[in-house]
């Protein structure tokens, strides 16, 4: 478990999102509004579902506008079914 004090129940999964470039291949500085939603990121913590086949600290590829968005100590997080995670990410 990570320090974080959310526990998620069943196949659920809690994953940080992982920021992607805020600067375009030209160089331009993207406002905040217009960056894609993030489709990356760690997972933290998993639920107590045995069927879960992520472990805390993998990347983890997931499909968009998925899970509930929600802050904790100004980080943001995902709590998703683990079902709507597409891949796990290898270095």
Request: hydrophobic content about 40%.
């Amino acid at each position: 478990m990570s320090d974080v004090s959310i526990e998620p129940l069943g196949a659920r999964v809690l994953v940080r999102p992982l920021e992607q470039g805020e600067k375009t291949a030209s160089g331009l500085y993207l406002p905040e509004t217009a960056k894609e939603k993030p489709q990356t990121g760690v997972v933290v913590a998993i639920g107590d579902d045995e069927a879960i086949k992520l472990k805390v600290n993998d990347k983890v590829l997931f499909a968009k506008y998925t899970g509930t968005e929600f802050k904790v100590d100004g980080v943001e997080y995902l709590l998703m079914d683990c079902n709507d995670i597409l891949a796990r990410l290898k270095n």
